[in-house]
């Protein structure tokens, strides 16, 4: 119930910033009476003679006029002859001295996009772990395993997605996938030299998410939204003899995993070239939310009864720890289609 408050606060903060902001929207140009006109008026507290500025998608001002004639949903702006030809229908409109970031996001395109995705900090992670042997004669243990620190960084991904512009605002949906970097650890088992014990550990994601795109700055558009991630993790340890390399099974975890929800914050940069571009972003993640599953086994017999107060499949669950994390950081290098 937490978690679903501070998702709540979050998108009601986030559309009082965006509706606070004032925009209009050029919906006819008269060139011979050198005359526009925009989709706001004095309901929207706008009233004559003030000063209107004209951009285009990517933030570029094209020129400025003055308000002639003012209606309760409609505003007609008188500009020069010279503006008057760079000025064109779907381009945004703005008070003159109003900040930058109130353009908003003016007529953006459909646009598809596929990014390459470098994760430096994953919203769920899992620890790293190894067999830990109990030394000759120790009695109580805590653990059969030893922590060797989070798995929490994927430098191979994909994504997709597809913004669909909504008035002078655009909604980003989009699907990701991560791969985590495998991780192989051996150590001794029961004290025979001729064995030894082997873990090991893979881990993939899949997420979706949403993002309200609401603010420009030339090339550059805020937004933020809403991303649910499900990370996959599989962990295997057994037994290798190094005589003839058979092996047993003794621990693993199937069908582990961890299901997260996060707010994020994203920054996009467009280099755009007309019906294509690029596009690097940078997205900060805050999960608030985590849902862990999955069976965790240990068939370990040699050393059960040294573990203090624990069974040995709560110990390898415990061990792996999948859980959230404070944050996540990705970044994002993609290529774009405009239509």
């Known amino acids: 119930m937490n978690s679903m408050r501070y998702i ?19 919906i006819k140009v008269s060139k011979k009476r050198r ?11 706008l009233s004559k003679k003030q000063r209107i500025c004209f951009y285009k998608s990517s933030g570029k001002k094209v020129g400025c006029g003055k308000i002639v004639k003012v209606k309760k949903n409609k505003a007609y702006v008188k500009v020069s002859k ?11 409109a703005t008070l003159k001295g ?12 459909y646009r598809l996009k596929v990014s390459y995705v470098l994760s430096a900090i994953t919203p769920a992670a899992f620890q790293k ?10 009695s109580s243990v805590s653990s059969l395993w030893t922590q060797n620190g989070f798995n929490n960084k994927s430098f191979f991904g994909f994504g997709f997605e ?4 909504i008035s002078t605002y655009s909604l980003g949906v989009g699907l990701r996938t991560r791969t985590y970097q ?7 088992y029961t004290n025979d030299l001729t064995k030894y014990a082997q873990v090991t550990q893979v881990g993939d994601s899949k997420g979706l998410f949403i993002d309200f795109n609401y603010l420009s700055f030339g090339s550059i558009l805020l937004g933020s939204g809403l991303d649910v991630d499900l ?59 985590a849902s862990p599953t999955g069976t965790y086994t240990s068939t370990e017999e040699n050393f059960k009864d040294e573990l203090a107060d624990i069974t040995p499949d709560e110990d390898l669950e415990q061990s792996i720890a999948l859980s959230k994390s404070s944050f996540g950081a990705e970044i994002y290098i993609g290529a774009y289609l405009n239509f």
């Open 8 to 26: 709540i606060i979050f998108f009601l903060l986030q559309f009082g910033l965006s509706s606070d902001l004032y925009s209009a929207t050029v």
């Open 35 to 45: 005359k526009v006109t925009i989709d706001e008026g004095s309901e929207q507290g």
């Open 82 to 92: 010279k503006r008057i030809k760079k000025i064109k229908k779907g381009m945004t």
């Open 98 to 109: 109003a900040k930058k970031a109130s353009n908003k996001i003016g007529n953006n395109p």
């Open 129 to 138: 772990v190894a067999f830990n042997e109990p030394a000759v004669g120790e």
């Open 162 to 165: 597809f913004d669909i512009p």
């Open 182 to 188: 495998e991780f192989n650890a051996d150590s001794n």
């Open 231 to 289: 990370l996959s993790m599989t962990m295997q340890s057994a037994v290798i003899s190094e005589g003839d390399g058979s092996s047993s099974l003794f621990a693993e975890a199937s069908g582990a995993g961890i299901t997260t929800i996060s707010l994020r914050f994203r920054v996009q940069y467009f280099l755009d070239f007309g019906s294509f571009g690029l596009s690097p972003s940078l997205t900060l993640m805050v999960p608030v939310s």
